[in-house]
């Protein structure tokens, strides 16, 4: 029998967001799925395959609601034309009953905003394990940049170490046609060795050890002993790389001196100009770097 959010009974399980499950009965309320739309900022975005969960679906039913946030479409005059939900989590299930044919699946309304439907879509894949380091890292760029997170936020909200964040963060740096190659050849599951594949120079290099890692399953520690030969023997036949400046000046070097002259810092960048918050991405790089060393 069906039953509103909240409701609660012998031998109930606590479960995401407050909300509770008892054995034997039905948690929120069947909704069409044509007012339910996916949220444009999922951070997932490869799905698999659907087959084993349409069958099941089409078999018993959607088992678990999904959680969604309502959104309310405002016409030109300004009145609400249209209410529709914006899933936060449960979007596998969603695509898997639109599939198998349903017209409504059980659904839990949350009235969060986009900000904070974000953070639980994020720790809920977290949680599952759900994302790939490539998802993980954009969904947390859109927490830092449209939602102005700092590391710290993000590291609290999500359940993650300031250090993880900031080597996740790391990640988008890496060029896309290698991003793109990672995927591809299945090898874009583990963090710690794609951050050990930026560490080479080029694109080109990084391909190449990309598809060493897929035909031979190379560990990181493989992968970070050969990255190491590879520099020793250039360093031996290459003079070191200077900094390309062009005519437009000189690049752009952050220097700092403790109060008690223990030590001094000097930092290059390639371009003349450097915001704040390039510096300080930098910087939090460097430390997650000499952390993990």
Do not use: C, W
């Not at 590391?151 to 080597?167: F, L, N, Q």
């Not at 036949?237 to 690049?251: F, I, M």
């Amino acid at each position: 029998m069906p039953t509103t959010e909240g409701e609660t009974g012998e031998g109930s399980a606590q479960t995401f967001g407050g909300v509770r499950r008892s054995a034997g009965r039905t948690v929120g309320r069947m909704v069409p799925l044509a007012s339910i739309e996916p949220d444009p900022d999922q951070p997932r975005r490869e799905f698999g395959s659907l087959d084993g969960l349409t069958a099941s679906i089409r078999a018993r039913g959607v088992l678990e609601p999904i959680l969604a946030r309502p959104v309310n479409r405002v016409g030109p005059d300004g009145t609400t034309t249209q209410r529709t939900y914006r899933i936060i989590s449960g979007e596998r299930r969603f695509r898997a009953a639109r599939r198998a044919g349903l017209g409504e699946i059980p659904l839990i309304e949350m009235d969060v905003s986009a900000r904070d439907a974000l953070e639980i879509a994020l720790v809920e894949n977290l949680q599952r394990a759900d994302l790939t380091p490539f998802e993980e890292a954009e969904g947390l760029r859109t927490l830092v940049e449209r939602h102005g997170y700092t590391h710290d936020h993000v590291a609290t909200a999500v359940g993650r170490s300031r250090v993880s964040v900031t080597e996740s963060l790391g990640l988008l740096r890496m060029p896309r046609i290698v991003r793109e190659t990672a995927i591809a050849l299945g090898v874009a599951s583990t963090k710690s060795i794609l951050l050990e594949v930026m560490k080479l120079g080029t694109e080109a290099s990084m391909i190449r050890m990309l598809e060493r890692i897929a035909e031979f399953g190379l560990t990181r520690a493989e992968v970070r002993a050969e990255i190491r030969k590879r520099r020793s023997v250039t360093d031996e036949r290459e003079e070191p790389p200077t900094v390309e400046t062009g005519d437009t000046g000189k690049p752009y070097v952050f220097r700092f001196r403790s109060v008690d002259d223990r030590f001094s810092v000097s930092l290059s960048f390639r371009q003349e100009v450097v915001e704040e918050k390039d510096l300080i991405f930098a910087l939090e790089e460097l430390l997650a770097e000499l952390r993990r060393s």
